[in-house]
């Protein structure tokens, strides 16, 4: 039970750190450029 919720939240964590790098190299290309001109 305890390696289930250990593993759930390690994926939880994982996910949000590769969305936070997908982030920081959008920011570096054209689109993320084009998107923050829209705003």
């Known amino acids: ?3 289930l919720i ?3 939240l390690g994926i939880g964590i994982m996910a949000r750190v590769a969305t936070g790098v997908c982030y920081f190299f959008l920011d570096g ?3 993320g450029h084009y ?3 829209q705003k």
């Open 35 to 37: 998107l923050s001109i």
């Open 29 to 31: 290309t054209t689109l």
């Open 1 to 3: 039970m305890f390696g």
């Open 6 to 8: 250990g593993t759930a």
